[in-house]
Protein backbone atom coordinates (compact mmCIF):
# COMPACT_ATOMS: atom_id res chain seq x y z
CA UNK A 1 0.00 0.00 0.00
CA UNK A 2 1.43 3.39 -0.86
CA UNK A 3 2.46 5.88 1.80
CA UNK A 4 0.73 8.96 2.03
CA UNK A 5 3.93 10.18 2.81
CA UNK A 6 5.68 11.18 -1.01
CA UNK A 7 9.07 10.53 -0.12
CA UNK A 8 8.45 7.06 0.89
CA UNK A 9 7.20 5.93 -2.58
CA UNK A 10 10.07 7.13 -4.60
CA UNK A 11 11.66 4.48 -6.55
CA UNK A 12 14.52 4.33 -8.82
CA UNK A 13 14.75 1.09 -11.49
CA UNK A 14 17.51 -0.07 -13.02
CA UNK A 15 18.07 -2.85 -15.24
CA UNK A 16 20.19 -4.47 -12.35
CA UNK A 17 19.04 -2.53 -9.32
CA UNK A 18 16.32 -0.63 -7.68
CA UNK A 19 16.26 2.19 -5.41
CA UNK A 20 13.73 1.85 -2.92
CA UNK A 21 13.06 4.30 -1.13
CA UNK A 22 13.91 3.87 2.83
CA UNK A 23 10.69 2.81 4.31
CA UNK A 24 10.49 1.29 7.77
CA UNK A 25 10.19 -2.14 6.47
CA UNK A 26 13.34 -2.11 4.34
CA UNK A 27 15.30 -0.69 6.95
CA UNK A 28 14.43 -3.52 9.27
CA UNK A 29 14.97 -6.21 6.53
CA UNK A 30 18.32 -4.38 6.22
CA UNK A 31 19.57 -4.19 10.14
CA UNK A 32 20.95 -7.74 9.59
CA UNK A 33 23.37 -6.20 6.87
CA UNK A 34 24.64 -3.63 9.75
CA UNK A 35 24.64 -5.51 12.59
CA UNK A 36 27.23 -8.25 10.36
CA UNK A 37 29.18 -4.96 10.10
CA UNK A 38 29.86 -3.22 6.73
CA UNK A 39 33.51 -1.72 7.67
CA UNK A 40 35.67 -5.28 6.99
CA UNK A 41 38.95 -5.37 9.17
CA UNK A 42 42.26 -4.43 7.74
CA UNK A 43 40.77 -2.08 4.62
CA UNK A 44 41.06 2.05 4.78
CA UNK A 45 38.05 4.01 6.63
CA UNK A 46 35.71 4.66 3.90
CA UNK A 47 33.51 7.14 5.78
CA UNK A 48 34.64 10.54 7.62
CA UNK A 49 33.30 11.45 11.23
CA UNK A 50 30.32 11.16 12.89
CA UNK A 51 29.42 7.98 11.68
CA UNK A 52 26.86 4.98 13.10
CA UNK A 53 28.86 2.41 11.34
CA UNK A 54 31.73 2.59 13.56
CA UNK A 55 30.21 1.79 16.64
CA UNK A 56 29.79 -1.63 18.02
CA UNK A 57 26.79 -3.45 17.57
CA UNK A 58 23.71 -3.24 18.21
CA UNK A 59 24.45 0.59 19.26
CA UNK A 60 25.40 0.66 15.57
CA UNK A 61 21.86 -0.45 14.31
CA UNK A 62 20.59 1.75 16.98
CA UNK A 63 21.96 4.66 15.77
CA UNK A 64 21.77 3.88 12.31
CA UNK A 65 18.51 3.97 12.59
CA UNK A 66 18.14 6.66 14.29
CA UNK A 67 19.80 8.89 12.50
CA UNK A 68 17.58 7.80 9.08
CA UNK A 69 14.71 8.42 11.08
CA UNK A 70 16.00 11.94 12.20
CA UNK A 71 17.34 12.74 8.29
CA UNK A 72 13.61 11.80 7.23
CA UNK A 73 12.05 14.07 9.91
CA UNK A 74 14.09 17.26 8.44
CA UNK A 75 13.43 17.96 5.37
CA UNK A 76 12.27 21.53 4.25
CA UNK A 77 13.17 23.67 1.07
CA UNK A 78 16.67 24.62 3.05
CA UNK A 79 17.58 21.27 3.16
CA UNK A 80 16.56 17.29 2.63
CA UNK A 81 18.24 14.17 2.76
CA UNK A 82 16.19 11.25 0.78
CA UNK A 83 17.26 7.70 1.86
CA UNK A 84 17.25 5.15 -0.24
CA UNK A 85 17.99 1.58 0.01
CA UNK A 86 19.74 -0.34 -2.53
CA UNK A 87 18.00 -3.45 -3.61
CA UNK A 88 19.56 -6.06 -5.81
CA UNK A 89 16.88 -8.73 -7.07
CA UNK A 90 14.75 -7.32 -4.24
CA UNK A 91 17.41 -8.39 -1.45
CA UNK A 92 18.62 -4.83 0.17
CA UNK A 93 22.05 -4.67 -0.12
CA UNK A 94 23.08 -1.42 1.12
CA UNK A 95 21.44 2.36 0.99
CA UNK A 96 22.18 5.61 -1.41
CA UNK A 97 20.98 8.54 -0.10
CA UNK A 98 21.01 12.34 -1.99
CA UNK A 99 21.33 15.37 -0.07
CA UNK A 100 20.50 19.22 -1.18
CA UNK A 101 20.82 22.32 0.74
CA UNK A 102 18.88 25.28 -0.81
CA UNK A 103 17.92 23.35 -4.05
CA UNK A 104 15.22 25.12 -5.28
CA UNK A 105 17.93 27.99 -5.65
CA UNK A 106 20.69 26.68 -6.26
CA UNK A 107 20.46 23.31 -7.66
CA UNK A 108 23.30 21.50 -6.41
CA UNK A 109 23.04 17.73 -4.67
CA UNK A 110 25.66 15.63 -3.03
CA UNK A 111 25.27 11.41 -2.56
CA UNK A 112 26.44 9.30 0.03
CA UNK A 113 26.09 5.53 -0.23
CA UNK A 114 27.36 2.24 1.28
CA UNK A 115 27.65 -1.46 0.30
CA UNK A 116 27.33 -4.74 2.15
CA UNK A 117 30.83 -6.31 1.38
CA UNK A 118 29.41 -8.93 0.14
CA UNK A 119 27.82 -7.23 -2.60
CA UNK A 120 30.85 -5.57 -3.72
CA UNK A 121 32.80 -5.79 -7.13
CA UNK A 122 30.13 -6.51 -9.18
CA UNK A 123 29.50 -3.10 -10.02
CA UNK A 124 26.26 -1.90 -7.94
CA UNK A 125 27.90 0.95 -6.74
CA UNK A 126 28.56 2.45 -10.15
CA UNK A 127 25.04 1.77 -11.08
CA UNK A 128 23.48 3.06 -7.55
CA UNK A 129 25.46 6.34 -8.31
CA UNK A 130 24.05 6.23 -11.64
CA UNK A 131 20.52 6.05 -10.68
CA UNK A 132 20.72 8.47 -8.13
CA UNK A 133 22.19 10.73 -10.64
CA UNK A 134 19.36 10.11 -13.00
CA UNK A 135 16.69 10.95 -10.27
CA UNK A 136 18.54 14.24 -9.54
CA UNK A 137 18.87 15.47 -12.99
CA UNK A 138 16.13 13.72 -14.89
CA UNK A 139 13.27 14.30 -11.87
CA UNK A 140 14.57 17.08 -10.00
CA UNK A 141 16.52 19.51 -12.82
CA UNK A 142 19.49 19.32 -10.71
CA UNK A 143 22.33 21.82 -12.29
CA UNK A 144 25.16 19.99 -10.65
CA UNK A 145 26.08 17.51 -8.40
CA UNK A 146 29.45 16.62 -6.15
CA UNK A 147 31.04 13.57 -4.40
CA UNK A 148 33.96 13.36 -2.20
CA UNK A 149 35.80 10.65 -0.98
CA UNK A 150 38.86 10.08 1.27
CA UNK A 151 41.96 9.40 -1.14
CA UNK A 152 42.21 6.04 -0.48
CA UNK A 153 38.55 5.09 -1.02
CA UNK A 154 40.03 3.84 -4.44
CA UNK A 155 36.62 2.44 -5.23
CA UNK A 156 34.73 5.38 -4.51
CA UNK A 157 36.79 7.75 -6.91
CA UNK A 158 37.01 5.20 -9.59
CA UNK A 159 32.91 5.42 -9.71
CA UNK A 160 32.81 9.31 -9.90
CA UNK A 161 35.55 9.41 -12.31
CA UNK A 162 33.78 6.74 -14.35
CA UNK A 163 30.56 8.28 -14.36
CA UNK A 164 32.05 11.76 -16.16
CA UNK A 165 33.27 13.65 -12.67
CA UNK A 166 35.70 15.88 -12.61
CA UNK A 167 38.27 16.93 -9.77
CA UNK A 168 37.51 19.67 -7.98
CA UNK A 169 40.25 19.96 -5.19
CA UNK A 170 41.07 18.28 -2.22
CA UNK A 171 40.20 18.63 1.54
CA UNK A 172 40.18 17.04 4.96
CA UNK A 173 38.27 15.26 7.29
CA UNK A 174 38.49 13.23 10.14
CA UNK A 175 37.65 9.63 10.34
CA UNK A 176 37.57 7.87 13.95
CA UNK A 177 39.05 11.39 15.15
CA UNK A 178 42.24 11.12 13.07
CA UNK A 179 42.51 13.76 9.77
CA UNK A 180 42.89 12.61 6.71
CA UNK A 181 42.69 13.71 2.88
CA UNK A 182 39.54 13.73 1.06
CA UNK A 183 39.14 13.72 -2.77
CA UNK A 184 36.20 16.35 -4.33
CA UNK A 185 34.59 15.76 -7.11
CA UNK A 186 32.21 17.86 -9.87
CA UNK A 187 29.58 16.68 -12.20
CA UNK A 188 27.61 19.09 -14.45
CA UNK A 189 24.56 18.76 -16.38
CA UNK A 190 26.26 19.14 -19.84
CA UNK A 191 28.59 16.47 -18.32
CA UNK A 192 25.55 14.12 -16.97
CA UNK A 193 23.62 14.61 -20.46
CA UNK A 194 26.55 13.19 -22.66
CA UNK A 195 26.15 10.06 -20.77
CA UNK A 196 22.48 10.37 -19.66
CA UNK A 197 21.02 6.75 -20.09
CA UNK A 198 18.05 5.80 -21.22
CA UNK A 199 17.10 2.60 -19.50
CA UNK A 200 16.46 4.30 -16.08
CA UNK A 201 13.18 4.79 -14.67
CA UNK A 202 11.74 7.09 -11.85
CA UNK A 203 8.45 6.94 -10.14
CA UNK A 204 6.77 8.49 -7.35
CA UNK A 205 8.62 12.11 -8.53
CA UNK A 206 5.73 14.45 -8.94
CA UNK A 207 4.17 13.72 -5.73
CA UNK A 208 7.18 14.64 -4.18
CA UNK A 209 8.17 18.13 -5.62
CA UNK A 210 6.07 19.75 -3.27
CA UNK A 211 7.50 18.33 0.04
CA UNK A 212 10.84 19.25 -1.38
CA UNK A 213 9.69 23.09 -2.16
CA UNK A 214 10.22 22.57 -6.10
Keep these: ?6 LLNLAVRTPRLTLAAATDELLERLVPVVRAGVVPAGEP ?77 RGLGKEARAAILHLAFEGFGAREAGSDAFTDNHASNRVSEALGYSRNGTDWATRRSE ?13 WERRRRADITLSGVAECRPVLGL
Design 1 to 6: MPSSYP
Design 45 to 121: LPFDDPMSLYDDSPAREWRWMRAVWAGRARVSAEFWRLYFVICDDGEPVGMQDLIARDFAAIGTVTSFSWLAPAARG
Design 179 to 191: PAELQRWRLTRAD
